[in-house]
T-cell receptor, first 114, second 115 residues
Framework: DGGITQSPKYLFRKEGQNVTLSCEQN?????MYWYRQDPGQGLRLIYY???????QKGDIAEGYSVSREKKESFPLTVTSAQKNPTAFYLC?????????????FGPGTRLTVL | AQSVSQHNHHVILSEAASLELGCNYS??????LFWYVQYPGQHLQLLLK??????LVKGIKGFEAEFIKSKFSFNLRKPSVQWSDTAEYFC?????????????FGGGTRLMVKP
């Protein structure tokens, strides 16, 4: 069953703690992305990676960090520096990162910081 | 900076009504345009996309969209909606020359279709 998996579906953390969201894909895609979805604001790009061991900041990278050690994995860490971390986080991938590529999305992780 | 606007945040229709969801983008050059849909409890998925050629593009489930360059618009249409079309719809754009596939999304439109 090919696709993108994100875990966990729901995540609760105390304020001041770092938390890492998992994203795995078995589509053999080169490019991967992290978005944050807030009501009425659509999706905003946090980070993206077009190739292993390389990644670029998106529009709202402050307070977040990523790594891309393997092609199939692109974990996102929400650090204590992120001022408003409670949100729905979506991971996506595309074949090569070209502007014409379709992005395929995972089911998302809803993070609540208490 | 590039932006995408969806003017209708919530739309409520009865089954068999016609649908048109507005989308405007702000980039002046060549753009690639997409409509994504998020059904309740499901992944965000592609409905249709436009790169070049015929400005009227057809997607899945009877949806279509028309690219009007002079109006910077890419409105989504469906002649007759069904209850199963209840979902949130997102318009997205990216400059053709963008090297990083950094999509800009609109704020989304929640569609509710009453049976």
């Amino acid at each position: 069953d090919g696709g993108i998996t994100q875990s966990p579906k729901y995540l609760f953390r105390k304020e001041g703690q770092n938390v890492t969201l998992s994203c795995e894909q078995n589509l053999n895609h080169d490019a991967m992305y992290w978005y944050r979805q807030d009501p009425g604001q659509g999706l905003r790009l946090i980070y993206y990676s077009q190739i292993v061991n390389d990644f670029q900041k998106g529009d709202i990278a402050e307070g977040y960090s990523v790594s891309r050690e393997k092609k199939e994995s692109f974990p996102l860490t929400v650090t204590s520096a992120q001022k408003n971390p409670t949100a729905f986080y979506l991971c996506a991938s595309s074949l090569s990162g070209q502007s014409t590529d379709t992005q395929y999305f995972g089911p998302g992780t809803r993070l609540t910081v208490l | 900076a590039q932006s995408v606007s969806q003017h209708n945040h919530h739309v409520i229709l009865s089954e068999a009504a016609s649908l048109e969801l507005g989308c405007n983008y702000s980039y002046g050059g060549t753009v690639n345009l997409f409509w994504y849909v998020q059904y309740p409890g499901q992944h965000l998925q592609l409905l249709l996309k436009y790169f070049s050629g015929d400005p009227l593009v057809k997607g899945i489930k009877g949806f279509e969209a028309e690219f009007i360059k002079s109006k910077f618009s890419f409105n989504l249409r469906k002649p007759s909606v069904q209850w199963s079309d209840t979902a949130e719809y997102f318009c997205a754009a990216i400059p053709y020359a963008n090297a990083g596939n950094m999509l800009t999304f609109g704020g989304g439109t929640r569609l509710m279709v009453k049976p």
